[in-house]
């Protein structure tokens, strides 16, 4: 079975340091892709950053990188320079190549201090 | 308009009421999606059409029925409600998860924050 786990309901962080949302993943699939998205109050979901099973090299979309340990099967996405707008809910999701859907964890609301 | 649009954002209906959600896609995919989001629970997937064909149910009651009569358009009709079922509904889209070369990913919209009373 697939499964995504975010163990952390609650972040805060000051401005402008750095800050990593934690991610661990199931699934006996070798090929697989993760991803983290990001919902503001307005409750779009937001599309941030892509880790492929086979990728090499860790994701990075500007001040999002993701922290990607296969053998521990973690995806961690890591914000440098956090700003206030990044306050807002962080979902990593996997999606097994082939299937046509995401299967998402429970979420990590991150809050922004100033 | 671009991206993926939903309609109505807010609706309030009471338990009798028949209503529906309506999707539309600009982005040329082939697979819509349906997610419930309620309070302090984890997204759940709802429905796939895949080409307008369903291709998952993920035992969803039969209150909700999905109806997908093209590859943009993607309709989730509500009646007989129960209180349990307000939440947000988020309609996604992507490409065609057996032909795709990029990453699959879903692009969602705002959601529909559907009220029950």
């Known amino acids: 079975a697939q499964k995504i786990t975010q163990t952390q309901p609650g972040m805060f962080v000051q401005e402008k340091e750095a800050v990593t949302l934690d991610c661990t993943y199931d699934?006996?699939?070798?090929?697989?892709?993760l991803f983290w998205y990001k919902q503001p109050s307005s409750g779009e979901m937001i599309f941030l950053i892509y880790?492929?099973?086979?990728?090499?090299q860790n994701a990075t979309e500007g001040r999002y990188s993701l922290n990607f340990q296969k053998a521990r099967k973690s995806a961690n996405l890591v914000i440098s320079a956090s700003q206030l707008g990044d306050s807002a809910m962080y979902f990593c999701?996997?999606?097994?190549?082939?299937?046509?859907?995401?299967?998402f964890g429970a979420g990590t609301r991150l809050a922004v201090h100033p | 308009e671009t991206g993926v649009t939903q309609t109505p954002r807010h609706l309030v209906m009471g338990m009798t009421n028949k209503k529906s959600l309506k999707c539309e896609q600009h982005l040329g995919h082939n697979a819509m999606y349906w997610y419930k989001q309620s309070a302090k629970k984890p997204l759940e997937l709802m429905f796939v059409?895949?080409?307008?064909?369903?291709?998952e149910n993920n035992s969803v009651p039969s209150r909700f029925s999905p109806e997908c009569p093209n590859s943009s358009h993607l309709f989730l009709h509500l009646h007989t409600l129960q209180p349990e079922d307000s939440a947000l509904y988020l309609c996604?889209?992507?490409?065609?998860?057996?032909?795709?070369?990029?990453?699959?990913?879903?692009?969602f919209g705002e959601g529909s924050r559907l009220t029950v009373l």
């Open positions: 059409y895949n080409f307008k064909e369903q291709t």
């Open positions: 999701a996997m999606r097994v190549r082939g299937y046509n859907k995401l299967i």
């Open positions: 699934t006996s699939d070798p090929s697989y892709g």
């Open positions: 880790q492929g099973s086979y990728d090499q």
């Open positions: 996604a889209s992507s490409q065609d998860p057996l032909t795709e070369r990029g990453t699959g990913e879903l692009f």
